[in-house]
């Protein structure tokens, strides 16, 4: 047994032996053992070696699209979230201009310093908006900055419907020996009513606590 799994199997025995609606049949070590097993088993998904999978959402965005995806797909999945910040002004009619060629150049950007370390996680899951078909230079530059060989990978893009194919081939070579499960695209229309869209992202989410 892993050292996490023993401290989690001690916490939610715990949790049992202080139940106070506990009946005496339940009033047992095999009662208890066997229910903090049930519990854990509900409550956490574990990786290959046993230990909870950990989830980290990384996203980047400009009007605000991938970052509601992000914060559902965190809240939905219990997953930590990380927003890349590009330092570079990406505002106003010449920026977008500019956003567009860099992402078509496959040019890297100044990112703000990030907070996670994307090594202590299994699931590894990246929003961002479709920029000229292709990643945004922002999330290119975080990708390239840091290793993901062995994590688990799904990508969401917020896009108008041009060039999701291309944008999902230029970021996958970005993290190769990564293990892709899958990706989810929605168009800007989508995200109007956001009750239908956080609806579409939780369908998604759910197929990747299958995966
Ligand atoms: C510079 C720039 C380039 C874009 N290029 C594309 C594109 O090639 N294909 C597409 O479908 N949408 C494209 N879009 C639209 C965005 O992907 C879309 O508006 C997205 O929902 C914005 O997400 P955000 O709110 O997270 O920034 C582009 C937007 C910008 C600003």
Redesign the pocket.
């Known amino acids: 047994m892993t050292k996490l799994f023993r401290y989690n199997y001690f916490l939610v025995k715990k949790m049992l032996k202080h139940n106070p609606n506990r009946g005496i049949a339940q009033n047992s070590k095999r009662y208890n053992t066997f229910s903090a097993r049930k519990l854990l088993s509900e409550t956490v998904r574990p990786n290959n070696s046993g230990m909870p999978m950990k989830t980290l959402v990384v996203y980047y ?7 509601f995806a992000a914060e559902t797909i965190s809240a939905e999945l219990g997953a930590d979230i990380e927003e890349i910040v590009d330092l570079k002004n990406r505002q106003g009619k010449l920026e ?1 201009l500019r ?2 060629r860099d ?1 078509g150049r496959a040019k890297e950007t100044l990112i703000a310093q990030t907070k996670r370390t994307p090594a202590d996680y299994d699931l590894i899951i990246v929003a ?6 292709s990643p945004t230079p922002a999330i290119r530059t975080y990708l390239t900055k840091n290793d993901f060989s062995g994590k688990k990978l799904a990508l969401f893009f ?6 999701l194919d291309q944008a999902i081939e230029k970021t996958k070579t970005l993290m190769s020996n990564s293990v892709f499960l899958s990706e989810f695209a929605m168009s ?1 229309k989508s ?1 109007k009513n956001k009750e239908e869209a956080k609806k579409k992202i939780v369908e998604w989410c759910d197929t990747l606590k299958k995966a």
Do not use: E, M
């Not at 965005?61 to 970052?67: C, E, I, L």
């Open positions: 965005t400009r009007t605000g699209n991938s970052k977008f956003g567009g992402a961002q908006p479709i920029w000229n078909r917020s896009d108008s419907f041009l060039g800007v995200f």
